[in-house]
């Protein structure tokens, strides 16, 4: 990420990203351009790999194939800390861990 300006962000993209879990592939060469200013919806039933998508873009999961890309900066595992900063997720699902509250709270940051 190297010359990198985040306030210049156009657009995240995934490409062709595929990820699974054991033998079990959950995405299959999923690409989609996110400009900046748009307003998205990940939509699906159950199971379909909604959160999956949001875990791998936040780098908590590694694509098994393919790259995501804030403009052309490719998210790598050197500068995971660096890129999360720029995410805020709001889970359908209330998570703890077994930590303080604090870490709890400030565990994107």
């Not at 190297?2 to 962000?9: G, H, K, P, S, T």
């Not at 592939?25 to 351009?33: F, I, K, N, P």
């Not at 800390?81 to 209330?94: A, I, L, P």
Request: hydrophobic fraction near 40%.
């Amino acid at each position: 990420m190297e010359n990198f300006a985040y306030n210049n962000v156009d657009y995240l993209e995934l490409k062709s990203v595929s990820f699974g879990y054991n033998d079990n592939e959950v995405l299959h060469d999923v690409s989609m351009r996110l400009e900046k200013g748009g307003r998205y919806a990940i939509i699906g039933p159950s199971g379909s790999g909604k959160t999956t998508i949001i875990n791998t873009i936040t780098g908590l999961y590694s694509a098994n194939s393919g790259a995501i890309a804030i403009n052309e900066s490719l998210l790598d595992g050197q500068h995971l800390e660096e890129w999360r900063r720029w995410f805020t997720v709001v889970s359908q699902d209330n998570l703890l861990f077994s930590t303080t509250i604090k870490e709890n709270l400030f565990f994107w940051s």
